[in-house]
């Protein structure tokens, strides 16, 4: 098991993690396209977003990520035969977790003997099957996992042996690998990577790539740029942001304005909001979402509208309701809220 984590830094969350955007599921992500690493794989590679949430028993979250699994390496769900599960009503809590905790081991033994089956078809037909010499080659990745102990739900061995949380997942032989991201800073029995902190080099490289700028721009010695990334806390999707910011002020400004009066301009939005590296009150992600929201709070006749929020609100709100029973088509969408805009621009610019 791989894990890719956050470095032990400023700008922890709630429960003692680093925070997101730092780059981690990124370099899974590259990992993941390798040449070498695929033909390592050859049997498949499983992305799994656990997004921090803890499987805590949860039968139908943990049989439906086995079934995700089984499809993106090209095997019908069905083959787990994993039965559904009735809950009993006004059941007792710890004997509802037993239960669930029962069922979850059942699949877990039935997905590590499917592995075994279809590591044992595709090995006799490449010629190349010998019991005891097989490696590993199915990869799974964990994206955003919130609790160590989840992980052994997901190491499966060959002829299903072991069970998940403590059940003996360490008898046979391990039919995959795990590479794992996530906000804590150590994980016990993995080989663990840490996402650095940008230098400030890196910092202003990856503000011009986003800025669509080349390298070799003056702004690359700015010194108002250092101090833009400074004050993004060194954190690269804050900086990203910063960047794309940058670039649109840049096109829509038609050349009315130099580069040093659009970065003064983003570095005096983070300034406004209390941010900024000067200022400790605020961690990275407060960075971000101070300047989402100063971007999508564009000026009509020199005051802050909240134009942009109140159409994507809508957009959420009307097209992207989980109760939808069909989705619209996002042309269609857009072609309705520029036409919106067109129409009531003096009403949608008012404060209230």
């Not at 049997?43 to 079934?67: D, H, M, V």
């Amino acid at each position: 098991c791989v894990a890719i984590l956050s470095s032990d830094r400023d700008g922890r969350d709630d429960n003692g993690g680093g925070g997101g955007g730092e780059g981690k599921s990124t370099i899974a992500a590259l990992a993941c396209v390798r040449g070498d690493v695929r033909t390592r794989y050859h049997q498949g590679i499983a992305w799994l977003n656990l997004e921090r949430k803890p499987l805590t028993f949860n039968f139908e979250s943990y049989s439906k990520a086995l079934s995700d699994i089984c499809r993106q390496i090209g095997v019908k769900p069905q083959q787990l035969r994993l039965s559904p599960v009735v809950r009993t009503p006004d059941e007792d809590a710890a004997v509802s977790d037993l239960r669930m905790k029962g069922h979850m081991k059942e699949a877990h033994i039935r997905m590590g003997k499917l592995l075994t089956s279809l590591q044992h078809k595709r090995s006799s037909r490449r010629g190349d099957y010998e019991e005891g010499q097989q490696h590993t080659s199915v990869l799974i990745i964990l994206d955003d996992v919130a609790e160590p102990s989840d992980l052994e739900w997901f190491q499966f061995r060959r002829g299903g042996g072991g069970g998940g949380e403590n059940g003996g997942s360490d008898k046979g032989e391990q039919m995959n690998d795990l590479l794992v991201t996530s906000r804590l800073t150590d994980i016990e029995g993995a080989i663990s990577l840490t996402v650095p902190p940008l230098e400030m080099k890196e910092a202003v490289r990856l503000l011009l790539t986003e800025s669509d700028l080349p390298s070799n721009h003056p702004m690359a010695n700015n010194r108002t740029a250092r101090g833009l990334v400074k004050n993004c806390f060194l954190h690269p999707l804050t900086i990203k942001f910063a960047g794309r910011w940058l670039s649109l002020k840049r096109v829509t400004s038609g050349g009315q304005k130099g580069m040093d009066e659009i970065l003064g301009e983003v570095n005096d939005a983070i300034i406004e909001r209390g941010g900024g590296a000067e200022n400790n009150t605020e961690s990275n992600v407060d960075e971000l979402y101070s300047l989402l929201n100063r971007a999508m709070s564009p000026l009509v006749k020199g005051k802050e509208t909240k134009i942009v929020r109140l159409c994507f609100a809508a957009l959420v709100a009307v097209f992207f309701k989980e109760t939808c029973s069909a989705s619209v088509p996002l042309e269609i969408a857009n072609d309705f809220f520029l036409k919106v805009v067109e129409n009531e621009k003096d009403i949608l610019s008012r404060d209230d």
